[in-house]
């Protein structure tokens, strides 16, 4: 019985023993174990720096020639001869038709006939007139006959005006048998080729459109109508177009603004000029319009590729002291792979450009270095 006793109670000091250096050793350890450590995330970086950005505004534009005439026949005849081809370049007066005149030579010949004949009948009047104001003289003719001849004079003199004036209008319908190119320019299809009758003011026989010069019109929105009036008062407003699928730039200047806004879309119509020497704008092409309207100093500007998106807002990664933090941004607008900021950005930061994915705010990061160049 006594051995059963000092047993439990031997048991029962070992328990405590054990209890009381357990609790010590959890007592004396740290309460807060370090977690283990996350690898650095690699990022692509900028640098926030401060340049002159053209103030610019982009638009759609539709090319137009500088003229075009539709060349059409002002007599009814036949075409003769066709003295170009189809899409030939010509110069003002160049001879394009050439149509049957003899119907109107004839016409002509008979209206100068006629004139010979009058102005012969007149010079006849003329001497009976002056023959009869000298018998008057002598009272061997009444006044009555001097005063006759003298409007049978008047009357040829108006006949023989009349002639004049028919042979000047024969003469102009025989130059209309010559069709001249009134503008240089390019020629589109020929519609009536030789044989085909033509009648007045018909089909055009064909269209010219000079494109050199050549207009660019475009829709901008009326919200940019007092700052490209400004430009437009300030000096020329520089303009560039750039076609689909080409690198090819051409430079022009603003040229017109329309006096009305369109209240139907809000916009209204400019056209820019562009000497188009090369030809490479055609008339119907649609192309990028970018005017230049001033230049916005000391802008702070970003690669665009920095700034993200979020239902909050727009942001960016500022890496300092390799960590990421993330900061809201005002982008004021994009131009040519730059984001321009109002607000959020200083001049020197440093923000991410890549590897963004991965970035949190307080997370630690190493910065990729391009070979042959160095970390900001």
């Given at each position: 019985?006594?051995?059963?006793?000092?047993?439990?109670?031997?048991?029962?000091?070992?328990?405590?023993?054990?209890?009381?250096?357990?609790?010590?050793?959890?007592?004396?350890?740290?309460?807060?174990?370090?977690?283990?450590?996350?690898?650095?995330?690699?990022?692509?970086?900028?640098?926030?720096?401060?340049?002159?950005?053209?103030?610019?505004?982009?638009?759609?534009?539709?090319?137009?020639?500088?003229?075009?005439?539709?060349?059409?026949?002002?007599?009814?005849?036949?075409?003769?001869?066709?003295?170009?081809?189809?899409?030939?370049?010509?110069?003002?007066?160049?001879?394009?038709?050439?149509?049957?005149?003899?119907?109107?030579?004839?016409?002509?010949?008979?209206?100068?006939?006629?004139?010979?004949?009058?102005?012969?009948?007149?010079?006849?009047?003329?001497?009976?007139?002056?023959?009869?104001?000298?018998?008057?003289?002598?009272?061997?003719?009444?006044?009555?006959?001097?005063?006759?001849?003298?409007?049978?004079?008047?009357?040829?003199?108006?006949?023989?005006?009349?002639?004049?004036?028919?042979?000047?209008?024969?003469?102009?319908?025989?130059?209309?048998?010559?069709?001249?190119?009134?503008?240089?320019?390019?020629?589109?299809?020929?519609?009536?080729?030789?044989?085909?009758?033509?009648?007045?003011?018909?089909?055009?026989?064909?269209?010219?459109?000079?494109?050199?010069?050549?207009?660019?019109?475009?829709?901008?929105?009326?919200?940019?109508?007092?700052?490209?009036?400004?430009?437009?008062?300030?000096?020329?407003?520089?303009?560039?177009?750039?076609?689909?699928?080409?690198?090819?730039?051409?430079?022009?200047?603003?040229?017109?603004?329309?006096?009305?806004?369109?209240?139907?879309?809000?916009?209204?119509?400019?056209?820019?000029?562009?000497?188009?020497?090369?030809?490479?704008?055609?008339?119907?092409?649609?192309?990028?319009?970018?005017?230049?309207?001033?230049?916005?100093?000391?802008?702070?500007?970003?690669?665009?590729?920095?700034?993200?998106?979020?239902?909050?807002?727009?942001?960016?990664?500022?890496?300092?002291?390799?960590?990421?933090?993330?900061?809201?941004?005002?982008?004021?607008?994009?131009i040519e792979s730059m984001a321009i900021i109002s607000a959020g950005l200083k001049v020197g930061e440093t923000v991410a450009t890549d590897g963004m994915l991965s970035l949190s705010d307080g997370t630690?990061?190493?910065?990729?270095?391009?070979?042959?160049?160095?970390?900001?």
């Amino acid at each position: 019985m006594k051995k059963s006793v000092w047993h439990r109670t031997l048991l029962a000091v070992c328990a405590g023993v054990i209890g009381i250096v357990v609790f010590s050793y959890f007592k004396s350890a740290p309460q807060n174990l370090p977690e283990a450590a996350l690898p650095a995330v690699p990022v692509s970086v900028a640098s926030v720096v401060s340049q002159d950005i053209p103030l610019q505004i982009q638009a759609v534009g539709t090319v137009m020639p500088f003229q075009s005439v539709a060349i059409k026949s002002r007599i009814e005849s036949q075409i003769v001869a066709v003295k170009f081809r189809d899409g030939d370049v010509v110069k003002k007066g160049d001879l394009l038709f050439v149509l049957d005149d003899r119907t109107i030579k004839a016409q002509l010949d008979k209206a100068k006939a006629e004139l010979v004949r009058d102005k012969a009948q007149l010079e006849d009047l003329k001497l009976q007139y002056e023959r009869n104001k000298s018998l008057t003289e002598g009272r061997a003719i009444s006044k009555q006959v001097v005063e006759s001849s003298k409007f049978a004079v008047q009357a040829q003199t108006a006949l023989v005006t009349a002639d004049m004036a028919a042979v000047d209008n024969i003469s102009v319908q025989l130059g209309y048998t010559q069709i001249l190119a009134p503008i240089d320019g390019r020629t589109g299809t020929i519609t009536s080729t030789v044989g085909n009758n033509v009648k007045v003011n018909d089909v055009p026989l064909v269209t010219i459109n000079q494109i050199q010069p050549i207009l660019v019109q475009s829709s901008l929105p009326q919200g940019s109508f007092d700052e490209v009036r400004r430009a437009m008062h300030a000096g020329a407003v520089a303009v560039t177009a750039i076609m689909e699928n080409s690198a090819a730039v051409a430079a022009g200047t603003l040229e017109y603004i329309d006096n009305t806004i369109d209240k139907s879309t809000g916009t209204f119509v400019a056209r820019a000029l562009f000497a188009n020497a090369d030809e490479a704008l055609w008339p119907g092409m649609l192309v990028s319009v970018m005017l230049t309207i001033g230049q916005d100093e000391n802008a702070i500007v970003i690669p665009e590729v920095a700034v993200q998106n979020s239902y909050s807002g727009d942001f960016v990664f500022v890496i300092a002291e390799e960590k990421a933090q993330k900061r809201a941004i005002t982008v004021k607008r994009n131009i040519e792979s730059m984001a321009i900021i109002s607000a959020g950005l200083k001049v020197g930061e440093t923000v991410a450009t890549d590897g963004m994915l991965s970035l949190s705010d307080g997370t630690t990061v190493s910065i990729r270095v391009a070979q042959g160049s160095s970390p900001p």
